[in-house]
């Protein structure tokens, strides 16, 4: 009789667990997909929507539905490629065979990176200092003025690829990392101002 009665209490909180890790389960999942379609409706208002979901979708635990989050995930993404990309044009400035002109417009762009990234890098300390309604707006020009100045940076850097007078693998490996290094930045910007119109 007792080990009936043993059974019926364990079969009662077994399925008492597996009814609350169900909640669970179902509640998790339904943040998750709000989190992302709060991504996905915060990306749509870029200029490079799919980029930006692509590149901020994985972060939506993170970011969960906070506009601050969002904004400052994009800066993360923006600076990690940027700073890749800026490794990456330190390494083919050095490659051999080079014509004079595209030795030129590597050493000014790898300049251009070095200052895009320190940018990126200054906005995102300055972001983490928001913690006062009185120094918001302050802290939000600064921000919104070095990601544009960012931007521009990448913007000659691409401009040195035009035209041309130079042609061939390294013109192209580099714009195409430059153009997803402006993209980045652009929605990142765009982000940024919808955060800093939230408080306007």
């Known amino acids: 009789m007792e080990s009936s009665s ?16 169900s909640y669970t389960i179902s509640i998790s999942s339904a943040q998750a997909s709000t989190n992302t379609e709060f991504i996905r409706t915060s990306c749509s208002k870029t200029t490079y929507p799919r980029l930006c ?24 993404v923006t600076l990690d490629k940027a700073r890749s990309i800026s490794t990456m044009m330190v390494r083919l400035s050095r490659a051999r065979g080079m014509k004079p002109r595209e030795v ?11 200052s895009s990234v320190d940018e990126l890098r200054r906005s995102i300390d300055e972001m983490g200092e928001i913690k006062r309604p009185s ?11 070095w990601v544009s100045a960012a931007l521009t940076d990448e913007t000659t850097c691409s401009d040195g690829f035009a035209g041309s007078m130079m042609n061939g ?8 990392e430059i153009v997803t290094i402006a993209h980045l930045t652009s929605n990142a910007l765009a982000l940024i101002n919808h955060y800093a119109s939230l408080h306007g």
């Open 104 to 114: 030129g417009a590597m050493r000014d762009c790898v300049e251009e990176l070095s």
């Open 6 to 21: 043993a059974l019926a209490n364990l079969a009662t909180t077994l399925l008492f667990c597996v009814a609350i890790c």
């Open 169 to 176: 693998n390294t013109k192209t490996v580099v714009r195409n």
């Open 53 to 76: 979901y692509t590149s901020l979708s994985s972060h939506a635990t993170l970011v969960q539905t906070s506009p601050k989050l969002l904004a400052s995930a994009s800066l993360n």
């Open 135 to 145: 120094n918001f707006g302050l802290i939000m020009n600064d921000v919104q003025t």
